[in-house]
């Protein structure tokens, strides 16, 4: 007995500090010992998934880990970086570990070994260059690090060919095996994390096994027949067989017990609603999910946030910041410092591609694009944030639909470093009063080019998602008319409450287009001018109610009128909405792009507006280039022959007609040339 202590004591005293008088675990399952908790359940690296708690635990982190894109990169002199996809780790980490494993079942493996054991262990496949061409995982209970008499790092393992096979023994030098460890003493090796929370783990087993008796035993809790008289062996077995065959399963629970000859019986244990059973198991997940620092929202239908916050994306973006980045960077570390080691390897590394775990909401993401878009964001970074190819120009510079839009008053940032030098002073126009025809006078491209032609643009840009918010808006409220009118009566009262509701939802809705329009017209009116003009906010708040109110006006009297005929015309009127949306969003996007100038010009100080109407506008020729002070009216009711579209106090700017496209621009100096220019 002794040469086998000396030898396994030579061969197995690794750097874990086991020995024969303190085994590992590897030891104590050899030779059938036993790793009993407190709670008397067996609980090593393989029983342990059987607790559906660590299970689920191992299962999230693997799985995460293994979506999460790994890349190799390759260091740019400027200080960027790149994808090296030329370098053969990169397929190895991103799409095919080896020739039977893709990078996700290699990923995934590797990292519910660390979950478990503690250590991930892989044989590194190379090329005869030295090249990594394949990564293959190796048993973790089954290799382990040993330091030779001449203090070289070698790795013992056993290779398994079949189920059941007791395996090859192999060792391996240390370049040839890549080794992830976990927390540990020496940095080295991991500690066994099952190990580490074995008590816990069995605890929720024995609660588990306990829950499966209870309900196996008709959901009583222990009891024993009691008799006065003595009964001999036999009958004590047939009384056996009988309560079995009568009161235990899930099949047999709460059927009537018959006892006689003076039976009684007696409850040995407690039921499980005085041990607080649901509380305890409850807890037991609780420190489970813990221990791996998982939400216990994820893990079970606990109503408790966990560390991370308590809203959806606080916690996605926790558990990505403390529970998947430590791990991420274990597996960056180690990629680092095993497999690209050669001089050739200088500037590669590799890591995680963390953004689709931690990105926030689509809200946050757009606001934040939008600050950093034109100062260190492009279009295309922006593109590529989202997974979105890079732009395209569209090859017909008239298909509005495909056009990107920018604020005007922006330029390259290569002005910055390089700007380009001012005109002489001969070649600086003098500000001039834009020379403008009477009446309905002018061909068409005199009418309106330069800043009028900038802003017609723009309102064409804009109905095409005004149609989308509109066309929403409508959909629902026709829909919500024609569900509430078949359950409610007098409809002139639950309208009125349904439009007050309604409300709402049309400024969610509209508030974020008008207040996007009005950067752009501000981005305009800026360029046209040369110098700032604002759009007030709550002029754009104040813009963002009135439609809300115009809305709600003619379709709550139209909605009564259709509630006093017969369901059947309301339902095909109703119908027929959301087809008004192109009409209600040509309107808005000039009447709404024409409101906001006129407000900008406000703020910039200018006194005098022009009207300059429009290409295809029938009934608006008789306003072109007619002048009035910026808060005068272009025309009253009753001058017009059509004042359909004339307020009541008076038109202050377009439109004035069905698809009108007319503007009202500045009258006076400007600074910058672009501006308009008429015959």
Not at 498 to 508: C, P
Request: contains cysteine.
């Amino acid at each position: 007995m002794g040469v086998l202590v000396r030898a396994l004591e030579r061969r197995y005293s690794v750097l874990t500090g086991a020995s024969l008088e303190n085994p590992a675990n590897w030891a104590i399952r050899t030779f059938g010992g036993q790793q009993n908790t407190a709670a008397g359940v067996e609980v090593n690296e393989r029983t342990a998934l059987y607790a559906i708690d660590v299970s689920t635990c191992i299962k999230i982190i693997s799985e995460t880990i293994a979506q999460v894109p790994l890349i190799t990169y390759k260091r740019l002199e400027s200080g960027g970086k790149k994808r090296g996809t030329n370098h053969p780790l990169y397929t190895v980490l991103h799409d095919q570990a080896n020739e039977e494993m893709t990078a996700f079942a290699l990923k995934e493996t590797m990292q519910a070994h660390l979950l478990t054991w503690g250590n991930a262990y892989a044989w590194i496949e190379r090329n005869d260059t030295g090249d990594c061409v394949g990564l293959w995982p190796l048993l973790p209970d089954r290799t382990f690090p040993v330091r030779t008499s001449s203090g070289d790092l070698v790795y013992h393992t056993q290779i398994k060919k079949l189920p059941g096979d007791p395996g090859l023994s192999r060792i391996l030098p240390a370049r040839d095996v890549f080794h992830i460890a976990g927390l540990g003493f020496d940095g080295l090796i991991g500690y066994s994390v099952i190990t580490m929370m074995r008590e816990q783990i069995g605890l929720a087993q024995a609660q588990e096994e306990y829950a499966g008796r209870f309900y196996g035993n008709g959901s009583m809790p222990p009891a024993a027949l009691m008799y006065a008289k003595q009964l001999s062996t036999d009958d004590i077995k047939r009384l056996h067989a009988e309560w079995d065959q009568g009161h235990k399963g899930v099949a047999n629970a709460w059927k009537m017990a018959l006892l006689d000859q003076g039976m009684d019986i007696k409850v040995l244990g407690i039921n499980q609603q005085d041990a607080q059973f649901i509380e305890q198991r409850r807890f037991s997940s609780e420190k489970i999910a813990g221990f791996f620092r998982v939400p216990p929202d994820m893990v079970t239908s606990s109503d408790k946030a966990g560390p991370y916050g308590v809203g959806i994306e606080q916690r996605q973006i926790g558990f990505a910041k403390f529970t998947i980045q430590p791990w991420a960077v274990r597996w960056e570390h180690a990629i680092n410092a095993k497999l690209l080691l050669r001089p050739r390897d200088t500037g590669y590394f590799a890591e995680f591609l963390m953004d689709g775990l931690e990105r926030a909401d689509l809200d946050k993401r757009y606001n934040a694009y939008a600050v950093g878009f034109g100062k260190w964001l492009t279009t295309d970074d922006i593109r590529a944030l989202e997974n979105l190819n890079p732009y395209e120009p569209p090859e017909d510079p008239s298909d509005v639909g495909k056009i990107l839009l920018w604020p005007l008053n922006m330029g390259s940032a290569k002005n910055v470093a390089n700007p380009p030098a001012p005109p002489a002073a001969g070649d600086v126009p003098s500000p001039q009063r834009p020379s403008l025809p009477s009446g309905g006078e002018g061909t068409s491209s005199q009418r309106g080019t330069g800043a009028a032609s900038s802003r017609r643009a723009l309102a064409k840009a804009q109905r095409i998602s005004l149609t989308d918010v509109v066309e929403r808006v409508l959909r629902r409220e026709s829909a919500d008319i024609q569900s509430r009118s078949r359950k409610r009566a007098n409809p002139p009262e639950w309208l009125d409450i349904f439009y007050d509701e309604h409300r709402a939802y049309i400024v969610r809705q509209v508030g974020p287009q008008f207040r996007a329009y009005a950067a752009l017209i501000e981005a305009e009116i800026s360029r046209e001018l040369g110098k700032e003009a604002k759009v007030p906010d709550a002029f754009v708040a104040k813009y963002i109610d009135g439609y809300a109110q115009r809305h709600i006006a003619a379709s709550a009297a139209e909605s009564k009128l259709l509630l006093g005929g017969s369901a059947k015309d309301m339902e095909s009127a109703l119908l027929t909405w959301p087809a008004r949306s192109e009409w209600l969003a040509l309107r808005e996007a000039n009447q709404a792009g024409n409101a906001f100038a006129v407000a900008a010009y406000r703020d910039a100080g200018i006194s005098t507006l022009c009207w300059v109407a429009g290409d295809d506008c029938a009934d608006c020729p008789g306003l072109h280039g007619k002048e009035v002070p910026i808060d005068g009216k272009f025309a009253q009711r009753g001058e017009l022959s059509d004042d359909r579209f004339v307020p009541a106090a008076g038109l202050g700017h377009p439109p004035l007609c069905d698809g009108c496209e007319c503007v009202v621009l500045a009258v006076g100096p400007v600074l910058n040339d672009s501006a308009i220019r008429l015959a």
